[in-house]
């Protein structure tokens, strides 16, 4: 029956790429874009046979964790769907909501695990639990990503179809840690799809609520998975914004925004180590 149901929801899925205007506005060809797909739905698979049978020697074991706690979320969902959406912004901490950055003892430092989990319970319900079938689920969300990065590559180097092709989709280490159950695909979609508003907001001087929505979606997806990239990405947006608006030299533009980042980020921090220094705490090193 699981062999039917994943042969069942591949074709589904791989139809459904053909059709997403998204992927087909990329000027890849309907065989080109299934390929695509079946190619990551592939190394998922992989990946999470590498958690099986590598796990620990490969420091993989991650990936079945989640599959394995997200039962227990699907089970939630359909008993006490309103527990299921609530739950996930309940703080045990005494801190309460405090510690954005914090490593331990944050609730912002257990969102990304937790809404992962949420995620893959959602997958569980149509998979009836099957690991593999999610990874088909996952490969056509996460799929997005590296679409809107290779319409951003191929419109801008006109001319090289074939090395942004392979570039984007081809490399080893990107295929695999991007394809496998692992919130690296979503952090991904996040990043690219931020890349691919502003490059053609800027480009065709056009702001639609398609546009904002990817924004909007897309720096949700970094705050909740990864939020300290919200961080890493504001200097380079900005410094990209400048450097269009007044055609300033980008060596010139970058060199000097990365500067006032890096002082004001160290200023900041010099301030609240004072600040806690003063008041009598210890500073954890």
Known sequence: MEHLLFAGYLILFAWLV?????????????????????????????????????????QMVDTWMFHYQSLAESKLLLAHPTQYLTDLFESNYNTGYSGFLGAENSWWNNLDVNAFLKLMGIFNIASFGHYYIDVIFYTFITLFGPIALYRVLNDYFTGKRIAVLL????????????????????????IALIIYTFYFGWKEHKVTWKRIAAVVISVLTLLVFRN????????????????RKLRWKPIITFSVMYSFFIVLFFTDSCTIKAGSAGSGRKIRP
Do not use: D
């Open 18 to 58: 053909t059709k997403v205007r998204f992927f087909t506005r990329s000027g890849l060809a309907a065989a080109q874009l299934v390929s695509l797909f079946l190619l990551k739905v592939m190394v998922g698979i992989f990946y999470g046979w590498i958690g099986v049978y590598y796990g620990n020697m490969a």
């Open 167 to 190: 570039a984007v989709f081809f490399i080893p280490s990107f295929i695999y840690w991007c394809s496998g159950l692992h919130k690296e695909g979503l952090l991904f979609n996040g």
């Open 228 to 243: 300290y990239m919200i961080m890493v990405m504001l200097p380079a947006l900005v410094a990209w914004a400048v450097a």
